[in-house]
């Protein structure tokens, strides 16, 4: 037990180490667009949790965030609003994972990210390509995939779910003052996982929300009295993993929410911590009605009278 627990910690370390390098490399080129935020949830995801459902197609941790965020870069390029814009990528998105019939959730927010955050240099797209390729490498060569079988459980209803939640929040927010906040790339992600949760329920929705909201709040709060980035990563890496252990709970996300305030503008990062508990609260309240109803429909419609 305890030789498996230092186990677990090295490969904190190298998540954390991973981490350091993508801001270190930001901070160096004086490149933002180089800090891709779902990649900080990956590491920890992969490498130290080994979340099974990630990688029953190793591959795809490389070529599922490569594509998307290649489709929402070169979307982000055409002259339409920011609601077509993140609109046609989530379409294509869809599309993309349905073809593929396997879903891997870091791959929406990757696929959003270059929308939300205007990306147009291509360190953008060679930051994606690098990041995802390093942690598959890991993967195989740490052997995290081991023992893991390689067909995936493929649910469509679960994708289309999302599909019909994540759209009808984009319209809600577009229609309202909620424009900037349309789509938040960690919690789309969250919102992606608890619709396959086989226990979510109002206690659970309440956790992650307190969770996620107070991952931003933190991390917006500590950016006024830290200025160096590699610093604040430190120290936001820390907390996160406390916070977590605190609600004894694992989301992936959380690792990734706080890394948005180096990337977004100003105006959208002081948003942030109210944003958070908006969309939370939304999508969350929709995902609770899909788990409480969706049952009852499924077995209705199986039933039949002898």
């Known amino acids: 037990m305890i030789q498996q627990k230092i186990h677990q910690h090295l490969w904190y370390i190298a998540a954390f180490v991973f981490i350091l390098a993508m801001v270190g490399a930001a901070v160096y080129f004086n490149d933002p667009e180089i800090i891709l935020p779902e990649m900080a949830a990956m590491a920890v995801a992969l490498w130290v ?13 490389f070529i599922l965030p490569s594509v998307t965020a290649l489709l929402g870069f070169g979307i982000n390029f055409i002259e339409i609003g920011y609601l077509t814009k993140l609109m046609l ?6 599309i993309l994972m349905a073809s593929l019939k396997f879903t891997f959730p870091p791959a929406l927010a990757t696929g959003f990210l270059p929308i939300v955050t205007n990306a147009t240099h291509r360190s953008f797209i060679y930051a994606i390509l690098i990041a995802s390729l390093v942690l598959m490498l890991v993967v195989l060569a740490g052997k995290r995939n081991k023992d893991i079988p390689r ?5 469509s209803k679960r994708l289309w779910a999302y599909f019909v939640i994540t759209l009808f929040w984009m319209l809600v927010a577009y229609s309202t003052d909620l424009a900037p906040i349309i789509i938040i790339p960690p919690i789309t992600v969250v919102v992606f996982e608890t619709l396959g949760m086989k226990m979510f329920n109002l206690k659970m929705a309440l956790k992650i ?9 933190i991390a917006v709060a500590l950016r006024n009295y830290i200025e160096n980035w590699v610093l604040l990563s430190t120290v936001l890496f820390a907390i996160m993993y406390l916070l977590l252990a605190f609600f004894k709970i694992k989301i992936p996300a959380v690792y990734a929410f706080p890394f948005l305030i180096f990337i977004l503008p100003e105006e959208k990062v ?29 077995i209705s419609k199986n039933f039949k009278i002898k």
């Open 209 to 217: 929300s307190a969770v996620l909201c107070l991952s931003i709040t």
């Open 270 to 298: 002081a948003y942030l911590p109210i944003a958070s508990l908006i969309v939370s609260v939304f999508s969350f309240g929709l995902i609770l009605l899909y788990h409480y109803y969706y049952p009852k429909l499924s």
């Open 89 to 94: 990528v989530l379409i294509a998105m869809m």
């Open 49 to 61: 949790w080994q979340e099974k459902s990630w990688m029953q197609r190793t591959e795809m941790i």
């Open 151 to 155: 067909k995936a459980d493929w649910d």
